[in-house]
């Protein structure tokens, strides 16, 4: 079982910024696609980003594309979501997941993750 931590999460204005962190607790956090998920309520879980092993390949929805930004550091088996020009439609529980693959160079984007975190809430107020 791997487990992964998100933080950063919290309460902010329109228009500002927030960093979420997730570290997995495996000495082979490279073996891993790593994805950044969202629920609201009233809403079924989504995908925001996705980035492979090797963190050359990202993958964006297009909600998201200019605002925030996917990188990992597997040095430190983390993985981080930058989200800038937050609004309010963007409050939700966000999830770190881990899906393991032998690929270097790919992107899942699909909800059959092998491991998830325990969320973090993100709320954006008008």
């Known amino acids: 079982q791997v487990q992964l931590v998100e933080s950063g999460g919290g309460m902010v204005q329109a228009g500002d910024s927030l960093r979420l962190s997730c570290t997995a607790s495996?000495?082979?956090?490279?073996?891993?696609?790593m994805g950044w998920f969202r629920q609201a309520p009233g809403k079924e879980r989504e995908v925001v980003v996705g980035?492979?092993?090797?963190?050359?390949?990202?993958y964006y929805r297009d909600w998201v594309k200019g605002r925030f930004t996917v990188a990992r550091d597997n040095a430190k088996s983390t993985v981080s979501l930058q989200m800038d020009s937050l609004r309010p439609e963007d409050t939700a529980v966000y999830y770190c997941a881990a899906y393991e693959i032998s690929f270097d160079d790919y992107v899942h984007i699909n909800y059959n993750y092998d491991y998830w975190g325990q969320g973090t809430q993100v709320t954006v107020s008008s």
């Open positions: 980035i492979s092993r090797n963190g050359v390949k990202k």
């Open positions: 495996t000495p082979t956090f490279d073996k891993y696609a």
